[in-house]
């Protein structure tokens, strides 16, 4: 189906929604950035050659969002919708889909913000091979159902609601699991099961780890696999807490799930 038009909203970007969104920033930049770290200036490489030219673009105001309206880029972001109208590819929209209106807000407000940085990124190419897996619905992310009207987050505080929330935003089901015991996906990491992991641990314990990156038992998480410093980044103390009272109130039942 079409896509729907973008909102005419303007984002006031005051100082409190910049330092928002500069922490949800983190989110993004595992794959728009060349150093997994802000600023968002795009992904160092093509995400997937066999299939065609996928670089994540560079998100600065030197990159193509200088072309954007806010509510474009909010768009591009809750719906995996690209200015022309066309789908986004590998743009996990689904995860963003959640994303409430003050959030998603404070993000752009900080886009607009950051340090431009005169980069050009290739444009997406697929090849035959990758529009066909395209078409037929087989990478991982698809664009997402217009939004209509206003979407709130959940209270913030550390609950198990916000913490759905979060676990959302932060991607964590893509690779540890739907029900985040244990992912199988081949397209990312295979990560653990969390609901295992985290019976053992209290919630000081898996904050200490997430701003660490060293578990209670002393072992390093591994970088490569688990953007740590990005999720410390992103998430104050109260928020992993409200991830880890969330993960806890799940049932473990010992099946990995894509």
């Given at each position: 189906?079409?896509?729907?038009?973008?909102?005419d909203?303007?984002?006031?970007?005051s100082?409190?929604?910049?330092?928002r969104?500069?922490?949800?920033?983190?989110?993004?930049?595992s794959?728009?950035?060349?150093?997994?770290?802000?600023?968002?200036?795009?992904?160092?490489?093509?995400?997937?050659?066999?299939?065609?030219?996928?670089y994540?673009?560079?998100?600065?105001?030197?990159?193509?969002?200088?072309?954007r309206?806010?509510?474009?880029?909010?768009?591009?972001?809750?719906?995996?919708v690209?200015?022309?109208?066309?789908?986004?590819?590998?743009?996990?929209?689904?995860q963003?889909?959640?994303?409430?209106?003050?959030?998603v807000?404070?993000?752009?407000a900080?886009?607009?913000?950051?340090?431009?940085?005169?980069?050009?990124?290739?444009?997406?190419?697929l090849?035959?091979?990758?529009?066909v897996?395209?078409?037929?619905?087989i990478?991982?992310?698809?664009?997402?159902p217009?939004?209509?009207?206003?979407?709130e987050a959940?209270?913030?505080?550390a609950?198990?609601?916000?913490?759905?929330?979060?676990?959302?935003?932060?991607?964590?089901?893509?690779?540890?699991?739907?029900?985040l015991?244990?992912g199988?996906?081949?397209?990312?990491?295979?990560?653990?099961?969390?609901?295992?992991?985290?019976a053992?641990?209290?919630?000081?314990e898996?904050?200490?780890?997430?701003?660490?990156?060293?578990?209670?038992y002393?072992?390093?998480?591994?970088?490569e696999?688990?953007p740590?410093?990005?999720?410390?980044a992103?998430?104050?103390?109260?928020?992993?807490?409200?991830?880890?009272?969330?993960?806890?109130?799940?049932?473990?039942?010992?099946?990995a799930?894509?």
């Amino acid at each position: 189906p079409p896509a729907a038009p973008a909102s005419d909203v303007q984002i006031e970007g005051s100082p409190a929604q910049i330092a928002r969104g500069e922490r949800l920033a983190h989110l993004c930049a595992s794959c728009h950035s060349t150093t997994g770290d802000l600023p968002l200036d795009g992904s160092m490489g093509n995400f997937s050659p066999g299939i065609g030219t996928i670089y994540a673009p560079n998100l600065t105001p030197g990159g193509a969002l200088q072309s954007r309206s806010d509510g474009e880029i909010i768009r591009a972001i809750r719906e995996g919708v690209h200015q022309n109208g066309r789908a986004l590819i590998l743009m996990p929209s689904d995860q963003f889909h959640v994303m409430g209106d003050a959030d998603v807000r404070a993000l752009v407000a900080y886009l607009r913000t950051q340090p431009a940085v005169e980069r050009q990124i290739p444009e997406t190419q697929l090849t035959l091979l990758g529009a066909v897996l395209v078409g037929a619905g087989i990478f991982p992310y698809s664009p997402q159902p217009p939004i209509a009207g206003p979407v709130e987050a959940p209270p913030s505080g550390a609950t198990a609601e916000y913490g759905e929330y979060l676990v959302t935003l932060a991607g964590c089901r893509e690779c540890h699991g739907e029900t985040l015991q244990g992912g199988t996906s081949q397209f990312v990491p295979v990560g653990p099961n969390l609901l295992a992991i985290l019976a053992q641990w209290s919630a000081e314990e898996f904050v200490a780890t997430i701003r660490t990156g060293v578990d209670p038992y002393g072992n390093a998480l591994n970088l490569e696999t688990m953007p740590w410093p990005a999720y410390a980044a992103a998430f104050e103390d109260a928020e992993l807490k409200a991830i880890y009272t969330y993960i806890r109130t799940l049932p473990l039942t010992g099946e990995a799930t894509e």
